[in-house]
């Protein structure tokens, strides 16, 4: 196979909405192969915009299917969060490249998929601006009229401040516990319903609250505590009586450990813009799999990121569900070409070569920043 050098990597950044932007990467490489990665939500776009400015130099002239070496040379730079979402940003532009340049979808570089068609949860948070609980539930109830069986919310508005009120009548987590139990009416007792809440308790606040959520019949409780809390966070995945989920912003296998070595949560949610891109997150499911442990993608992100999950989703023994960041915008449909193909609460796995996806560049230029 003839090398591929690459020649540039240019940043897309198209605005969203209050919560954010999307930020694409293009890698140029010197035989007209164009590969698509995404960085969204790295923290800092700015900072990540940056770093990218000043690593590209490094990695101009090498060779794209090298892959793995460039990780390697960008993951020993260890530039914290922005550093690492730009790094799996570029690792899943480098596969799209050597997709393309295989004649295959990544998946089939993979291993092969085990299923075309993955199962999504609808995360109405983004979506949310009436943050009553008539407002989620009418967003929940209208994902699940577009076929969704699953929808996810984070109602816990009130607990921002780390000093808030903790138990008794006034306790702040009551809105939110309110909010949860307006969209499991709504919804019905058949769609499944996931409670995200944003490392926003300690310890007992989140016992107190699992044990209020019973009744709602959860498909999970999502970091009620932060992620490197984790022998608080196996504490309450033994006191709770609906599964558990956490991971979503850890970087690497090795980082992993803590959730593989003990029973801390019952899903893992690595995030391939977070985790270190695509072969990484397939690793880290792998090594869960040895745990008994389930891999629900985190993916509140733009399209590129979701098809890119959908590719490792499709190659795993362990998937269980992946995130889909549903109603942001009504033009996300058109930002790709082919568009992402949802159907039935389903993403359905490309089998051109590479992502099997493009930026349509007309509907990029009106949302560009």
């Not at 401040?161 to 809105?175: L, S």
């Amino acid at each position: 196979m003839a090398m591929m050098q690459i020649r540039d990597i240019e940043p897309v950044v198209v605005h969203v909405n209050h919560r954010g932007d999307w930020v694409f990467l293009l890698i140029h490489t010197d035989t007209g192969i164009c590969g698509l990665g995404e960085a969204s939500h790295s923290g800092n776009d700015a900072l990540l915009l940056d770093l990218l400015a000043r690593t590209k130099a490094k990695l101009i002239g090498q060779s794209a299917l090298n892959i793995q070496a460039l990780w390697q040379q960008l993951a020993s730079l260890h530039q914290g969060r922005a550093g690492q979402t730009l790094l799996s940003g570029i690792e899943m532009a480098l596969w799209d490249a050597f997709g393309q340049h295989a004649g295959q979808p990544i998946h089939a570089l993979l291993g092969g998929a085990l299923r075309q068609r993955l199962r999504l949860y609808a995360n109405i948070n983004r979506h949310v601006q009436d943050r009553s609980p008539k407002g989620f539930a009418r967003a929940a109830a209208q994902a699940v009229d577009e076929g969704f069986t699953a929808v996810k919310l984070a109602p816990f508005d009130e607990l921002r401040e780390r000093n808030h009120v903790r138990t008794g009548p006034g306790a702040a987590w009551r809105p939110g516990v309110e909010r949860v139990h307006a969209v499991r009416e709504a919804i019905g007792p058949v769609v499944e319903l996931a409670v995200d809440c944003h490392s926003r308790m300690e310890q007992s606040e989140a016992m107190i609250v699992g044990r209020e959520l019973a009744g709602c019949d959860l498909f999970w409780y999502e970091e009620p505590v932060h992620h490197t809390m984790h022998r608080e966070l196996a504490a309450i995945t033994r006191a709770v009586p609906m599964p558990t989920a956490s991971a979503e912003s850890i970087f690497g296998l090795e980082a992993f450990r803590p959730f593989l070595e003990q029973h801390v949560v019952d899903a893992l949610m690595p995030d391939i813009k977070h985790a270190g891109g695509l072969l990484e997150t397939k690793h880290i499911a792998e090594a869960a799999r040895a745990s008994q442990l389930l891999i629900a993608p985190h993916n509140p992100s733009g399209p590129v990121a979701s098809v890119a999950s959908g590719h490792v989703s499709a190659t795993l023994r362990n998937f269980y569900i992946l995130e889909y960041a549903w109603g942001e915008v009504d033009w996300r449909k058109s930002l790709l070409e082919p568009a992402e193909r949802i159907e039935d609460g389903h993403l359905v796995i490309s089998e051109a070569p590479g992502l099997g996806h493009r930026l349509n560049m007309e509907q990029v230029d009106r949302h560009r920043v």
